[in-house]
């Protein structure tokens, strides 16, 4: 793959990220997710080969990033005073009002189960490493 098709690959999914955070991932169209990455619609399939398949990618990269969040809060905490910090960082207004940082599931979980199995597949996986880093020891 050429440069300039990953970094429109990237624009892709960067945009279809901020509209999934946003709305979830059935709502936003595909001519939607293209104007917001500055590109028309007819380049689409030349990246994707569906709508759910940029969503499911979009969906991925980011419960993937929020993971990479939690595991930087202090690790060296012990692990009812790291979950309290996590959570405290999760509900806190700075979270909920940055757009390139608020999380997926508040405007996906109610699609979730209308959704292509691959939806339910990187939730339940992203709770299953999430359970994980939040049960984790502190480091030494």
């Known amino acids: 793959m050429s440069d300039g098709k990953i970094q429109t690959r990237k624009r892709i999914l960067a945009a279809a990220q901020r509209v999934l955070a946003e709305r979830g991932p059935s709502d936003p ?9 500055g590109l028309t619609v007819g380049g689409f399939y030349a990246h994707f080969p ?3 398949a940029l969503m499911l990618e979009a969906f991925r990269q980011l419960l993937s990033a929020r993971r990479e969040g939690v595991a930087a809060v202090d690790p060296k905490l012990a692990g009812v005073d790291r979950r309290a910090l996590m959570a405290a960082f999760y509900l806190s207004r700075r979270h909920r009002d940055t757009p390139e940082a608020c999380c997926p599931l508040p405007s996906s979980l109610a699609e979730i189960a209308r959704m292509p199995d691959g939806f339910r597949q990187a939730l339940a996986e992203h709770i299953e490493l999430m359970v ?6 502190p480091e030494e």
Request: proline share 0%; net charge negative.
């Open 132 to 137: 994980a880093q939040m049960s984790s020891a």
């Open 29 to 37: 169209a595909v001519a939607e997710v293209m104007a917001a990455a």
């Open 50 to 52: 569906s709508k759910d």
